[in-house]
């Protein structure tokens, strides 16, 4: 009979059949008689035997890994005492190459291998994303993005997909990417939050995920040049419901994610021990925190002397201090009522403490802040005398003011970093990791 055609996941229902699979030799061995593959194809890891007539071919001598191979055999369920990806193996009974890789100094495995340069490495993305633990992080990045959506879905937020090439600052001028659009000055988007607030009277609650840009001058392990944004804003609500509603997504998208068995094997392969976070998470203030930080000797250095010394109120906490106290504390830490001198224009400030702003961050243990939020301010006067303060000209964000001209509400939103959450949840030492092609300061390729 003519084989079945399948993916590698697709073939457990096919055992005892004859089936065609295309691939990528991962790992080969050979050996006098026989030949052992472990194909790849992206959904998943096969093994494939190759023996008497199958391994005895020119084609089967010369071949490398990472050649593209046909393979038509029998799915057999492996040995009594042996193991396979999907406890499965293919006998294979006919077999071609269909693209070969080069061997010797050329070979794959002869242009990099873990203790390369980390600049041979990111030069080389291309290739290193066909290995087992960059493709783990990509396949979850990909179901993550899913889990979000469809828990997005069942809480109502509805998707727009909000422009990219803009011409206002949502977060403050200095890390402006600024381009030449028709003779006019534009910008890549730094957050679509903006835009996020102007679809509320006409869609409700919505939410979007978007590249944005910022000209980080800085090299650090969570700070990307692009990175993609999932933005949400909600009409109707106070500051206790955005905390609320943030810690109901983000478990929620956990456990959608780890209900699929694969992507829970892969988060355990990733991060072995991974426990979803337990809600409601630690809120803490902001004052707090400093107090916190000066009571647990996690000091910070002065800003124009280099100086180290204890933190004072009105300190935007810095990196190292921030991520310092939440690996102590390790738990998810709502961060909140950040001065609102370090915040940007449209937080909103606490009614009857105005110094403070309605505004928190997310810390997760082992890489800091992953979400950044706030109420906005809902009163147009008010917009106007924020825009003053900050010195931004109002007439570029007219569309921004409508959206309080005509019948304002009390909304508040929030941005969370994939790449920053995925740095979190399969512990990867940086957010470079968690990106398909990253950018960072100096680097665009490949
Ligand atoms: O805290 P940020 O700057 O907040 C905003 O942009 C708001 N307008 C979002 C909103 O309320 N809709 O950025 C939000 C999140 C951060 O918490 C962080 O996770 C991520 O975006 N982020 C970055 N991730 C990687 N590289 C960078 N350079 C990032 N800058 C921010
Ligand atoms: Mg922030």
Known sequence: PKPTRSKIEGLQPLREQRVRVFGWVHRLRQQKEMTFIVLRDGTGF????????????????????????????TVQPVPEGKTAPGGHELIVDFWRTLGAAPGGDDAFNNRFNEQSDASVLADLRHLTIRGETA???????????????????KHSLTEVTPPCMVQTQVEGGSTLFEFDYYGQKAYLTQSSQLYLETCLPSLGDVFCIQESF???????????????????????????????HIENIICETIDVLLSDPRMAELVQMLNPGFKPPKRPFLRMDYRDAIKYLNDHGIQRPDEVTGEIGDHVIGDDIAEAAERQMTDQLNVPIFLNKFPKE???????????????????DLLMPGVGEIVGGSMRIADMQELLKAYKREG???????????????????????????????????????????????????????
């Open 214 to 244: 910022r000209a980080e001058k800085s090299l650090t392990r969570r700070h990307l040049s692009e990175y993609t944004h999932l933005e949400a804003e909600l009409c109707f609500i106070t500051f206790d419901d955005l905390m609320t």
């Open 135 to 153: 493709a783990a992080v990509l396949h979850v990045r990909a179901a993550v993005l899913n889990a979000f959506r469809t828990t997005f879905v």
């Open 46 to 73: 096969l093994q494939c035997i190759l023996a008497g007539r199958c391994a005895q071919t020119y084609d089967a001598l010369i071949l490398t890994t990472e050649s593209t191979v046909e393979l038509v055999g």
């Open 392 to 446: 931004i000209d109002p007439e570029p964000y007219y569309w921004f003011t409508d959206q309080r001209k005509y019948g304002t509400c009390e909304h508040g939103g929030y941005g969370l970093g994939v790449e920053r959450f995925l740095a979190w949840l399969t512990k990867r030492w940086t957010v470079r990791e968690c990106s398909l092609y990253p950018r960072w300061m100096g680097r665009a390729t490949p």
């Open 342 to 360: 370090i915040k940007a224009f449209y937080m909103k400030p606490i009614p009857g403490d105005p110094k403070y702003t309605e505004s928190v």
